[in-house]
């Protein structure tokens, strides 16, 4: 099996001349060049003897999910001869070292990234002149440790400086920051500092006490909307083991939870620097059914406890499985079998079927070419499931698996082996078992913006986060669009969202511990990592050739450490020039975003403009329907059109005023239902968001959303950001929800929705309802107009479905133009609540259900 990962140990020299190499890659290495190190071990920050270390400083810096970090050290070298001091750090897989400094008595070495052939050329020199600092990279289960060592003479001065640059990734519903904290000694001055700055708002940051209860109640959380601060300084008394002791308590893992606030599930545009990013991370909407098949290893190398952790594993994923899922299994060793040739449901007799399959598989044997197995494999999949590849150790072929998975529009994940191995693969399995969206791509109007990354996606998945970003190309553009199309569960979506260009600029200026560059930075952390995980696909020399020419490009104008770069470290000893060498561990590819969705080209788009149709009824709720007696609570459901034929109707609940006016208790419309029984969809709309139902999937969207959802090709749902809702059922009605809102802190008034309805509307004869049975306008004449009690309203006769009926002349709000004053227009209002004037008593409009159609009987 090929060797998946990469410990370089180099030697190092007794003076302070240093070159050194931080060394690995997916290629193939050079005999001799290297020494391999399979050593993993827990490494102290600081390490030497008689050493003095001054300050141990850690501080990261996120903004807008983009991580900037700084690990800081200070020390001196305490004994009477030279020796060798060590600085070690643990960096997530996924970060990308862009700089690397070092002071040796006032000697300034600075990194720069260079291209990998050139940092060999000038490791291969600094070895031939016995000039060489030693550096160690080695695999952990989720860092890469970084290690130099240096050896310098008695009394000096050793100044550490570490960068790394990450994308938070979103799981379980929440972004992990973790530090590991190691110093393996007592430091006078140690600090963790974590900086957080989110646009949006932050909806919470935790700092579990992840380094043990030794320390608990010393992590302190300053919290704002927009920022937080995390802050670990233990003194030097509470960093000791006991009271007395002269070792270090710290040795661990520090870490921040938090996640933002998400007012709308088209996402969060962000413009800055130039570039942009989009984040996209929807909520509440109704999983889709998987399609998904499990790959598993079963030649030789997974004999004993690792298949014993996969059976495991497998059954308790295989009882996760929801009864709408289809699955299949393959197992391939020098052979490729099957379970099933066919994706089958995941019902409770197949699911017990496959458990037992699993629990039979017997590890034997060896591989056949890996091409004959990818070829296989590709061959029994299809275009409408994904492929998840796990591989337990580090004595698979990861690279294959990995592979795999991208070409069948997957992930592959490994399994560190060790007593928690099953865990990881039922955690793994849980991040991908609710897909909420399928077939998603975000794009921008034409002309706006280049560069643009992956921008189509397989699947979202619950919890999680898809990131897009790129470049503006007009330079005069004020404001940018995204708009973003999606499938879920019989619903397909098309959001929009909007961001202005200038006004984060001017945000991030004015924040201190912000970092202004992450947009840029972003862009090119997720392109690299497209391109890395592009470049394993590629399918010719020539295609390989050219995507590493613009990764190393990108790499050495961002300055990030790749498998294709390195970093030189170059300062001045007495007018001679001194280089260190740095470049990217082995097994690095854990880039920010699955590469199982090729990179693509943005799409030009033309908004969509909305037109007013004509509308009839005024809003708030019509005077006819009966007041609430003394309660602010919802207590009125009036059927307002209701057509039992087309199997449509549309029903209000009615809520109170905050108190009493005039002794009187205002009510409004709180909520509108809008129900298609032929069709299986309800749409509800509140004041505080809107719910669509269909089946057994429940969709919420919020009024911040700006979004067209088409339900069964036939129900076409439009939201107008923080406006109206538009429910067109085919093309025979068309029905609107203005949403009004009132001052939060307003006495008396809530918020309330206005009805309105298109004049168009195709009904049947039996449309009946407190609205419906105007749907034909009934003859009415109104005579004998005089003064009435109130000299500004006029009072006169009506006569109307052979009934006469005192009525009274006053203002209604119109707030089809103006949604937040309304115009006045003249309305008659009947008293004695209608009664005459409908049909029947208006108690029997109330029904029991939203989605109640009204008796028969009242007609």
């Known amino acids: 099996m090929k060797i998946l990962f990469l410990l370089c140990v180099l030697l190092f020299s007794q003076s302070c001349a240093f070159e050194f190499i931080i060394d690995g890659g997916w290629e193939s290495e050079p005999s001799g060049s290297l020494e391999i190190n399979h050593n993993s071990g827990r490494q102290k920050a600081i390490q030497g003897n008689d050493i003095t270390v001054k300050s141990y400083k850690v501080e990261s810096r996120i903004t807008s999910r983009f991580t900037h970090t700084t690990v800081k050290s200070s020390v001196i070298n305490s004994g009477a001869n030279s020796q060798s001091i060590g600085f070690n750090v643990q960096i997530p897989k996924r970060a990308f070292i862009n700089n690397f400094t070092m002071n040796v008595n006032g000697i300034t070495f600075v990194g720069s990234v260079k291209e990998k052939s050139v940092a060999r050329n000038l490791y291969t020199q600094a ?10 990279r080695t695999n952990s289960q989720a860092m890469e440790n970084f290690r130099t060592e240096v050896t310098v003479p008695p009394g000096s001065l050793v100044e550490f400086e570490l960068h790394y640059q990450e994308i938070m990734q979103r799981k379980f519903g929440f972004y992990t920051h973790t530090l590991h904290i190691q110093p393996g000694r007592l430091v006078p001055l140690l600090q963790v500092d974590v900086y957080i700055f989110e646009p949006k708002g932050i909806k919470f940051v935790t700092a579990p006490n992840t380094l043990g209860e030794h320390f608990a109640g010393l992590t302190k959380i300053i919290h704002t909307k927009e920022k937080a601060h995390v802050v670990f300084k233990p003194t030097l008394q509470q960093q000791r083991k006991c009271e007395n002791c002269t070792e270090s308590a710290i040795d661990g893992v520090f870490t921040v939870n938090y996640d933002v606030e998400r007012d709308s599930n088209a996402g969060e545009l962000q413009v800055s620097d130039g570039h942009f990013v989009q984040f996209f991370a929807p909520s509440d909407l109704s999983p889709l059914s998987k399609n998904i098949v499990f790959v598993i290893d079963v030649s030789g190398s997974m004999w004993g406890l690792k298949m014993k952790q996969t059976v495991e594993a497998m059954k308790a994923i295989l009882d996760d499985l929801m009864i709408d899922d289809n699955f299949s299994i393959i197992d391939f060793n ?72 991208m070409e069948n529009r997957g992930i592959a994940q490994r399994i560190y082996a060790n ?32 560069n643009v990354t992956n921008n189509r996606f397989d699947k979202f998945f619950s919890g999680s986060e898809l990131i897009v970003a790129g470049k503006l190309q007009v330079s005069d553009l004020s404001t940018l669009q995204s708009f973003i199309t999606a499938s879920a569960a019989n619903m397909d979506l098309n959001l929009q969202t909007e961001a202005d260009v200038q006004e984060l600029d001017s945000t991030l200026s004015s924040h201190q511990h912000s970092f202004t560059g992450f947009a840029r930075q972003m862009w090119a952390y997720i392109t690299v990592n497209q391109l890395l995980a592009e470049r394993v696909l590629a399918p010719s020399a020539v295609r390989k050739r050219k995507i590493t020419q613009r990764i190393v490009a990108l790499a050495v104008e961002h300055q990030f450490v790749t498998p294709l770069t390195a970093m030189l470290v170059e ?3 007495n007018g001679t020039p001194e280089r260190l060498i740095a470049d990217s561990p082995k097994d690095s590819k854990h880039g920010c975003c699955s590469a199982a ?91 505080e968001r809107i719910e669509l139902k ?41 029905v609107t929800v203005l949403l009004h809102r009132v001052w939060k802190k307003h006495p008396v008034q809530v918020d ?22 105007f749907s034909k306008e009934p003859g009415v004449m109104v005579y004998g107009v005089h003064e009435g009690a109130d000299p500004k309203k006029k009072e006169a006769i009506m006569e109307v479905k052979g009934n006469k009926l005192a009525v009274t002349r006053g203002w209604q709000k119109d707030y089809r133009q103006d949604r937040k004053r309304g115009s006045n227009v003249y309305c008659w209002f009947i008293h004695n609540s209608g009664k005459g004037f409908i049909d029947g008593h208006y108690s029997s409009y109330i029904l029991p259900q939203l989605n109640s159609f009204l008796p028969t009987n009242v007609r």
């Open 694 to 734: 269909e089946s057994r999937n429940n969709h919420f969207f919020s009024w911040q959303d700006a979004a067209e959802l088409l339900l069964h090709s036939k129900v076409m749902v439009t939201i107008v950001k923080e406006e109206q809702v538009t429910v067109r059922i085919g093309d025979r009605i068309s």
């Open 419 to 450: 007593h928690d191995a099953a865990d990881q693969l039922k955690k793994f399995y849980s991040q991908v078992s609710s897909p909420l969206l399928r077939t998603i791509t975000i794009h921008f109007p034409e002309d706006t913006v280049n």
């Open 127 to 136: 070895r031939a002149r016995g000039k060489a600092a030693g550096i160690v």
């Open 752 to 773: 309330f929705l206005g009805f309105y309805i298109n004049n168009n509307n195709l009904y049947s004869p039996q449309v009946h309802g407190l609205i419906g049975q």
């Open 597 to 687: 969705n090729s990179v693509s080209r943005p799409i030009g788009v033309q908004q969509v403009v909305y037109q007013s149709p004509p509308w009839v009824l005024p809003s708030p709720a019509p005077t006819f329907l009966a007041e609430a007696s003394g309660t602010q609570e919802s207590v009125l459901s009036g059927h307002i059109p209701g057509d039992i034929n087309s199997g449509v109707t549309v029903n209000g609940l009615l809520v109170g005023s905050k108190k009493m006016k005039n002794n009187k208790l205002n009510t409004y419309f709180g909520t509108i239902s809008i129900y298609s029984e032929r069709d299986g969809v309800q749409v509800i709309v509140g004041t």
């Open 334 to 405: 020098h052979n490729v079998r099957c379970w099933n040739e066919d994706l089958v449901q995941a019902s409770s007799i197949n699911v017990e079927d496959a458990k037992k399959y699993v629990q039979n598989i017997k590890p034997n044997g060896g591989e056949i070419k890996l091409s004959t197995i990818q070829k296989n494999v590709k061959r029994v999949m299809k275009q409408d499931f994904s492929l998840f590849s796990l591989g337990i150790g580090f004595d698979v072929d990861f690279d294959f698996l990995e592979r795999i998975a």
């Open 571 to 573: 300062g001045e000893e």
